[in-house]
C-alpha cells in the first residue's frame, strides 16, 4: 500500500469518525461528545496537512529524479498535476471536519 493510500484511509476514518460524533452531538447534545470532537478534529486536521506534505514531497521526488535523470526542464505538467493531487487529502479532511462542526454549531443551539 502506498504511503498516499494509507494517509487517505486515515483521513477518511479520522473524518467520518468526527462526522459521526458531531452528528450525534446534533442529536443529544453533551459536554463528553464536544470533549470528543475537539481531539478527533484536531487529529483530522494533523492527517490532513500530513497528507498534503507527503504528496508534495513526492511530487518534488519525481520532478528531482527527471532532473537528476538528465532533464534540462521542469516538466510544468507533472509538477502541476503533483501538486493538484496533493491537494485531495486536505480538501477531503477539511470538507469533513466542516460538515462536521456544522452539526456542532447546530448541536449548539439546542444545547443553549
Not at 502506498?2 to 483521513?11: F, L, P, Q
Amino acid at each position: 500500500m502506498s504511503v498516499g493510500i494509507a494517509i487517505m484511509v486515515v483521513i477518511v476514518v479520522l473524518g467520518l469518525a468526527t462526522l459521526g460524533v458531531a452528528v450525534s452531538f446534533l442529536i443529544k447534545p453533551t459536554e463528553v461528545k464536544l470533549g470528543t470532537l475537539r481531539p478527533l478534529s484536531i487529529a483530522t486536521t494533523f492527517a490532513s496537512v500530513s497528507g498534503l506534505s507527503a504528496g508534495l514531497a513526492t511530487a518534488l521526488t519525481t520532478i528531482s529524479w527527471q532532473l537528476k535523470g538528465g532533464g534540462k526542464a521542469i516538466n510544468a505538467a507533472l509538477l502541476t498535476m503533483g501538486i493538484a493531487e496533493s491537494l485531495a487529502p486536505s480538501i477531503i479532511g477539511f470538507s469533513l471536519l466542516t460538515l462536521a462542526w456544522i452539526a456542532v454549531s447546530l448541536g449548539m443551539r439546542k444545547h443553549i
